[in-house]
C-alpha cells in the first residue's frame, strides 16, 4: 500500500515539476513570441527620413530607422518612406512628399538630399552595373568622357538660364527645380556613403547622365560615337503600349466601361535596379512668392536609381482634377534631315520636360504643348497619354442616359498641335465634346521650336 502510496507521491511530485517544465515552457513560449513580434515590428523593412531646413542651420537630415508609423514622421521640408524588395518583388518603393510651404527651390533640394540619403546603395549598384562597367574599358573611356561633357554643357546653360527665369515663367521654374532636385540627390548620395563610411566615388555628373539615360542614345549619335554593343545597338527599341475599353459586367449585371493602359519596356538585364517612386512635391507655379500650386501635385512612376524622372516613360499623375497616365515608347529616327535639329544646348533634353509636362499640365492636351516646348529631339518618343479621370465623367453623363446613341461610335481623327508636333491622333468615342481629351497620341520627332 506503502509502496503505491510512493509511487503516488513521486508522480504527484514528477506532475509538479512537470507542470512547472510545461509552465516555464509556456512563458518562454510567451516570450519568444512577444519578442518575435518586436523584433518583426523592428525590421518592417520601410526606412524613414526627413529633412528640415532653417535659414540659419541650413538642411539637417534625420534618419529614423524602420518601423515607424507613417504619420508620427515629422514632416519638416521633405519626408520619405523607402523599402528596398528587390530580394521578393524586384521592385524597391519610394516615397518622398514636401511641405508647400516652404520656397520650391528648398523644397527641390530638400526632396533630392532625402532620396540620395535613402538610396545612395541603390545608385551606386546601379551606376556600377550601367555607366562604369562600360566607360571603365580604355578605348570607350575617351568617348565616355565625350558624352559626359556633351551632358555637363548643356546642364550649365539650362540651370543657368531656368534659374534667371523662374520668378515669371512656370516652365523655367520647373526646368529649374529639376536641376536643384539632381543637385539636392547629390548631396544626398554623399551623405549616405560617408554615413556608411564607405569610400565610393561620387560625381553629380553620373547623375546627370542616369537622368538621361533615355536620351543618349541620340547624343552619341550626333557626337558620332557609340558606347554600346554593336549588336545591342542594332536591335529596335522593344516597348510597347497598349490602351482598351472594355464592358465589365459587375455582380448585379450593370456594365460599365473600364479603361485599361498597360506599357513595357525593355533593357539589359544589368539595368534592372528598379525603384517604384512616388513624388509628392508641393510646388508652385512660379517662384513668386504669391504664385499658386502646381495642378500635378502626386506623380508615381517606374523609375530607376538615381533618376527623377522614369526613363521607361510610364506615369501617372494626380491633380485635382485630373488623372492623367503617359506610357511612351521610343521613336527611332531614320531621317537623316531631322538629326541637324537634334541639339541639347540648343533646346531642353527631355528629362526638364517631361517634369514641367508632368506639374503643369491639367489635361492631355496642354500636356502634349508642354513637352514640345524647346524640343531638343532626343529621347523622341511615341507618347499615348490618358486622362482617366476624363472616362469616369462620360460614364456619369451615359449613366444618365445623357449621351445620344449616335455618339456611341467611335471615331479616330487626326490633327495637328503645332509644328514639332508632327501627328496627334485624337481618339474619341463620341463625335461632340464629351469624351474629347480622354486620349492622345503624340509622336514627336526632333523639330525646330525653340522658347528661348
Ligand atoms: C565617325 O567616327 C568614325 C570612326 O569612329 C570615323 O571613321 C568617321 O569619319 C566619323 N564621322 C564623322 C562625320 O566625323
Ligand atoms: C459594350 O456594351 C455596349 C452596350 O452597353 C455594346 O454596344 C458594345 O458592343 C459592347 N462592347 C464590347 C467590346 O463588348
Ligand atoms: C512676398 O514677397 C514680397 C516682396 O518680395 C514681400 O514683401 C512679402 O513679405 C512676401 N510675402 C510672403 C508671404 O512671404
Ligand atoms: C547646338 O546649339 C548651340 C547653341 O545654339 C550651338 O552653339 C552649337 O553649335 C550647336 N551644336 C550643333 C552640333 O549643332
Ligand atoms: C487644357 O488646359 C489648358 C491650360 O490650362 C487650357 O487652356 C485648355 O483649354 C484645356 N483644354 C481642354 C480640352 O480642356
Not at 518583388?89 to 512628399?97: A, D, N, P, R
Request: negative net charge.
Amino acid at each position: 500500500m506503502s509502496k503505491i502510496l510512493k509511487v503516488v507521491g513521486a508522480s504527484w511530485l514528477q506532475t509538479k515539476i512537470s507542470s512547472y517544465v510545461l509552465g516555464i515552457l509556456g512563458v518562454l513560449a510567451i516570450l519568444a513570441l512577444f519578442v518575435g513580434q518586436i523584433e518583426r515590428i523592428q525590421e518592417d523593412g520601410n526606412y524613414a527620413a526627413t529633412v528640415f531646413y532653417s535659414e540659419k542651420t541650413g538642411y539637417r537630415i534625420e534618419y529614423w530607422g524602420q518601423s515607424n508609423e507613417l504619420a508620427d514622421i515629422p514632416k519638416g521640408v521633405a519626408r520619405a518612406y523607402f523599402r528596398m524588395d528587390i530580394d521578393t518583388k524586384g521592385w524597391s518603393l519610394l516615397e518622398v512628399e514636401t511641405d508647400a510651404s516652404y520656397p520650391d527651390e528648398i523644397q527641390a533640394y530638400a526632396a533630392g538630399i532625402v532620396e540620395g540619403a535613402l538610396t545612395w546603395s541603390l545608385i551606386h549598384n546601379h551606376l556600377e552595373n550601367t555607366i562604369r562597367a562600360r566607360c571603365e574599358r580604355t578605348p570607350i573611356k575617351k568617348q565616355c568622357n565625350k558624352l559626359q561633357d556633351a551632358l555637363d554643357k548643356s546642364v550649365d546653360v539650362w540651370k543657368t538660364h531656368a534659374a534667371e527665369n523662374s520668378g515669371v515663367n512656370p516652365f523655367w521654374h520647373q526646368v529649374s527645380l529639376y536641376y536643384i532636385q539632381i543637385s539636392g540627390i547629390f548631396t544626398g548620395w554623399k551623405h549616405g556613403v560617408e554615413r556608411s563610411q564607405n569610400e565610393y566615388d561620387t560625381d553629380i555628373s553620373d547623375l546627370f547622365w542616369l537622368n538621361a539615360m533615355g536620351e543618349v542614345k541620340e547624343i552619341q549619335h550626333k557626337l558620332n560615337i557609340s558606347l554600346d554593343d554593336v549588336a545591342i545597338d542594332a536591335l529596335p527599341d522593344l516597348s510597347s503600349a497598349f490602351l482598351r475599353i472594355i464592358n465589365e459586367t459587375s455582380n448585379d449585371g450593370t456594365i460599365t466601361k473600364k479603361l485599361y493602359l498597360a506599357q513595357n519596356s525593355a533593357g539589359s538585364y544589368t539595368s534592372m535596379t528598379r525603384i517604384l517612386k512616388r513624388y509628392k512635391l508641393n510646388y508652385h507655379e512660379t517662384s513668386g512668392n504669391t504664385s499658386s500650386l502646381v495642378s500635378g501635385r502626386i506623380v508615381d512612376f517606374s523609375g530607376y536609381p538615381g533618376s527623377i524622372t522614369s526613363q521607361d516613360e510610364y506615369y501617372t499623375i494626380t491633380g485635382n482634377d485630373h488623372t492623367i497616365a503617359v506610357a511612351g515608347t521610343p521613336l527611332k529616327n531614320y531621317n537623316s534631315k531631322l538629326w541637324k535639329e537634334v541639339n541639347i544646348t540648343h533646346d531642353v533634353p527631355l528629362g526638364p520636360r517631361i517634369v514641367a509636362a508632368n506639374h503643369l499640365a491639367n489635361n492631355v492636351s496642354s500636356w502634349a504643348h508642354i513637352l514640345a516646348s524647346s524640343n531638343s529631339g532626343t529621347g523622341s518618343k511615341q507618347w499615348l497619354v490618358v486622362d482617366f479621370a476624363r472616362i469616369d465623367k462620360i460614364q456619369a453623363l451615359s449613366s444618365q442616359g445623357t449621351l445620344s446613341k449616335q455618339n456611341k461610335n467611335d471615331v479616330i481623327s487626326e490633327s495637328s498641335i503645332i509644328r514639332d508636333v508632327k501627328h496627334t491622333v485624337i481618339h474619341t468615342s463620341g463625335s461632340d465634346a464629351h469624351s474629347k481629351g480622354l486620349a492622345l497620341l503624340i509622336e514627336q520627332v526632333p523639330g525646330p521650336h525653340s522658347l528661348r
